[in-house]
């Protein structure tokens, strides 16, 4: 199966607490929920 995403919408830099520890997440790129388009060939 193949598929493309599309990264539109910006993240900034934000600390959260996973698993019991802190983690330092960078800012990135990451595509809206659900923004899929599916090739079928």
Do not use: C, I
């Amino acid at each position: 199966m193949s598929y493309t995403r599309l990264k539109t919408v910006f993240v900034r830099r934000y600390t959260r607490r996973r698993y019991g520890r802190w983690e330092w997440v960078t800012q990135h790129w990451r595509s809206h929920p659900g923004q899929m388009s599916f090739a079928f060939d």
